[in-house]
């Protein structure tokens, strides 16, 4: 989560199998759910619309190519 300079909290978005990163694991069961026209309430539906499609795989590339990740203690 980050709070951003208005006082919105966001979330990263992408780590659909839960490891603590989003990385090419991730780009991969998403790539499988789109192939497969997958729809309804799952985690490689990373906007939330519904169905999981490029855009999912779009936000997840864009979070990949920043190295999102969770710090944990």
């Not at 603590?20 to 991730?26: I, K, L, M, P, R």
């Not at 939330?48 to 855009?55: H, K, R, T, Y």
């Amino acid at each position: 989560m980050l709070l951003m300079i208005d006082g919105r909290y966001v979330f990263f978005a992408g780590d659909v199998n839960q490891d603590g990163a989003v990385e090419a694991s991730d780009l991969s069961a998403i790539g499988n759910k789109n192939d497969a026209f997958a729809t309804g309430y799952m985690p490689e539906d990373v906007n939330g619309d519904g169905s999981v499609d490029g855009s999912d795989l779009s936000i997840t590339d864009n979070n990949n190519d920043l190295f999102v990740g969770s710090i944990t203690p």
